[in-house]
């Protein structure tokens, strides 16, 4: 069974542009909750989706939003790109709301 | 407000001997879920175990287990038999479920080095 996959990796992008992330849950799990983790702030939560949903959503500003397809594919965006959005980006995929969580590889973004 | 705190910014442990991990938590949900992951240095968080309010056994997996004290708010890792490769960040999380299902809330982590 595939595990969750994050594309890209790795992403090198300047302040003002915008960037768009992708995560592809493990097959059946429709719960798809993202975090932010700096050396600074530690893991910090975005928001959450479930059946295409926003359920839950972190202290970040507007820039940041995301979106769920009716595969459970989930992409978040982050527009105007700041210094400070450089992070690891995760992504977890769970079953339901509740239960374990699993996470994929992340995206690494820097922002220059 | 859920918290989780983890008191050890680092340790050091022989390999083949077994260390505790120690992780204590906050909240006033009385159904709740208690997590370990493991993030190499490459940065994938590796979910390790997981302990729900109300199971009366202590949770284990493999050379993971948790040691769940409730009353003391407390979710020790221990892992036993320690491997180089058991080197990384360990984090421990915890999501409230009666509180209209919070995401996971993470402690600032403890650094394991396992020394040869």
């Known amino acids: 069974k595939a595990g969750v996959t994050q594309t890209p990796r790795y992403l090198i992008k300047t302040r003002g542009q915008q960037v768009t992330l992708s995560c592809s849950p493990i097959?059946?799990?429709?719960?798809v909750s993202w975090y932010q983790q700096t050396p600074g702030q530690g893991l910090q939560f975005l928001f959450e989706?479930?059946?295409?949903?926003?359920?839950n959503k972190g202290n970040f500003p507007g820039r940041f939003s995301g979106r769920q397809f009716s595969n459970s594919r989930s992409e978040m965006n982050v527009s105007t790109l700041e210094l400070g959005d450089s992070a690891l980006y995760l992504c977890?995929?769970?079953?339901?709301?509740?239960?374990?969580?699993?996470f994929g590889q992340g995206t690494r973004l820097t922002v220059v | 407000a859920q918290k989780i705190t983890q008191t050890q910014p680092g340790m050091f442990v022989q390999e083949k001997e077994a260390v505790t991990l120690d992780c204590t938590y906050d909240?006033?949900?009385?159904?709740?879920?208690l997590f370990w992951y493991k993030q190499p240095s490459s940065g994938e968080m590796i979910f390790l175990i997981y302990?729900?309010?109300?199971?009366?056994q202590n949770a284990t997996e493999g050379r993971y287990s948790l040691n769940f004290q409730k009353a003391r708010k407390s979710a020790n890792l221990v892992i036993s038999a320690s491997q180089l490769g058991d080197s990384a960040m360990y984090f421990c999380?915890?999501?409230?479920?009666?509180?209209?299902?919070?995401?996971?809330?993470f402690g600032k982590g403890t650094r394991l080095s396992v020394i040869a």
């Open positions: 989706y479930f059946s295409e949903t926003q359920r």
């Open positions: 999380a915890m999501r409230e479920v009666n509180s209209g299902n919070t995401p996971l809330v």
């Open positions: 977890a995929s769970s079953l339901a709301r509740t239960g374990e969580a699993f």
């Open positions: 302990q729900g309010s109300y199971d009366e």
């Open positions: 097959s059946g799990h429709r719960s």
């Open positions: 909240t006033s949900d009385q159904s709740y879920g």
